[in-house]
């Protein structure tokens, strides 16, 4: 079974510009997280979905947002970027989130100049 | 919100000694706990994990840790370290709210 698979590996991009990162979940996980992972802050949760819908967000600006398609792809939307976005963002899909471990891809490392 | 926090950023240990990083959390319910590993440039792949049961938990890589709830503790052990074990560790906690909350992270380097 294949794993998740998230697109593009690198991005860079300019301040001010909007980026759109791509995560295709394993086949089957309806969940879908998104985290942004940096040296000073570490694994910040971004949002969750699940069949669609956004169950749950972390507190991050609206600049950031998502969406889930019904094939449980999902997308991740940073507007306006800033310096302080370049991270390494990474999604991770499950059955189910609580008790279901995330299975992560290998993320998409955005460089903001 | 459930939080996670791993006191030490980075451990330093020989190849063929023991390990024990440990993880204390914070939540309100019963926990589902989980270890993760993230070699450089990769996402994290799981380790183990602890939902309920048997506190003692045995995961892949010959690595194990034990749930003490009185302690608020999920510390992760192995017996001999492994060159190949050098990598971040993230503890995690997870429940019905429906994000999974990671800590900062532990560096580990294996010297030979």
């Known amino acids: 079974k294949a794993g998740v698979t998230q697109t593009p590996r690198y991005l860079i991009k300019t301040r001010g510009q909007q980026v759109t990162l791509s995560c295709s979940p394993i086949?089957?996980?309806?969940?879908v997280s998104w985290y942004q992972q940096t040296p000073g802050q570490g694994l910040q949760f971004l949002f969750e979905?699940?069949?669609?819908?956004?169950?749950n967000k972390g507190n991050f600006p609206g600049r950031f947002s998502g969406r889930q398609f019904s094939n449980s792809r999902s997308e991740m939307n940073v507007s306006t970027l800033e310096l302080g976005d370049s991270a390494l963002y990474l999604c991770?899909?499950?059955?189910?989130?609580?008790?279901?471990?995330?299975?992560f891809g290998n993320g998409t490392r955005l460089t903001v100049t | 919100a459930q939080s996670v926090t791993q006191p030490d950023i980075h451990i330093t240990v020989s190849e063929g000694a023991s390990l024990e990083l440990r993880c204390n959390y914070s939540?309100?319910?019963?926990?589902?706990l989980f270890w993760y590993v993230q070699s450089p440039g990769q996402g994290l792949q799981l380790l183990l994990k602890?939902?309920?049961?048997?506190?003692l938990v045995q995961g892949i890589k010959g690595f194990e840790a034990e749930f003490k709830r009185s302690q608020s503790s999920f510390n992760l052990r192995k017996p001999s370290v492994h060159w190949s074990d050098a990598a971040e560790y993230f503890c995690?906690?997870?429940?019905?709210?429906?994000?999974?909350?990671f800590g900062a992270g532990t560096r580990l380097t294996v010297k030979p």
């Open positions: 991770a899909s499950s059955l189910e989130t609580g008790n279901s471990p995330l299975h």
């Open positions: 086949s089957g996980h309806r969940s």
């Open positions: 979905y699940f069949s669609e819908t956004q169950r």
């Open positions: 939540y309100g319910a019963t926990p589902y």
């Open positions: 602890y939902f309920s049961g048997d506190t």
């Open positions: 995690a906690v997870g429940g019905n709210n429906n994000d999974m909350r």
